[in-house]
């Protein structure tokens, strides 16, 4: 038996996972749920998983697997892949919930993004690499080396290759690279106040830096993440 909060919390990851095919964010489940702080979604994450009704893949941005729904909420659900891939373990059988099908494509890798302080704006293309088509949709790709740990309540790591698709526009909560000021490019979860934007942290670490509407511009949104050990 689950709790209110927990039955509406297990419903909105579900609903944005058929939506979007990733799961929301614990600052976007915070505010689904009217909570003060995302430990109360911890809590109610902890309790799903040790329910049965999902699973946790440590360390990885946003990798929350739905195994089972409850009769309540009707069908079964879809089941989630998380958009995340291992790379250089060429002799171990990825888990099943990181099983790759179909082709893959080719996505340049651009040079390094700050997860951090901003570092200098997006390089030219160094090399290509290897993605699974299935972690791409519509529109150009293209990778970045992840430089800092600014974002690693997300699950970005440094050393991470993000995959981020090409885009001008973007939701508040969505983690995109934003060029700032035309010079200096960075990796945070954008938030609009008023005329303003902030790019916002996922690590206590680091402060939120707010400037005009005019000195941000969205260069992409987070697609995928590749990490290799």
Known sequence: ????????????????VQRDG????????KEALDLRSKSG????I????????????????????IVKLPDSMGAAPSGFTPRVIEGDRPDETPPAALAVEGSATDVPLM??????????????????????????????HYALEVKGDSMIDEGINDGDI??????????DGDIVVALVEGQEATLKTLRRKGGSIALEAANPAYETRIFRDDQ??????????????
């Open 22 to 29: 990733v799961p929301p964010s614990f600052d976007e489940m």
């Open 46 to 65: 902890t309790a799903l998983e040790e329910r049965g009704f999902i699973r946790r893949l440590a360390h990885r941005a946003r990798a929350l697997e």
């Open 162 to 171: 993000v995959i981020v698709r090409e885009t001008a526009v973007a939701d």
């Open 1 to 16: 038996m689950l709790t209110k909060k927990q039955l509406d919390l297990l419903e909105f990851i579900h609903k944005r």
């Open 216 to 229: 941000v511009k969205v260069q992409g949104k987070l697609a995928g993440l590749i990490r290799s050990y």
């Open 41 to 44: 979604i911890h809590r109610l």
């Open 111 to 140: 040079g390094k993004i700050a997860a951090g302080v901003p570092i200098e704006a997006i390089q030219n293309r160094s090399h290509n690499v290897s993605v699974p088509s299935s972690m791409l949709s519509k529109g150009n």
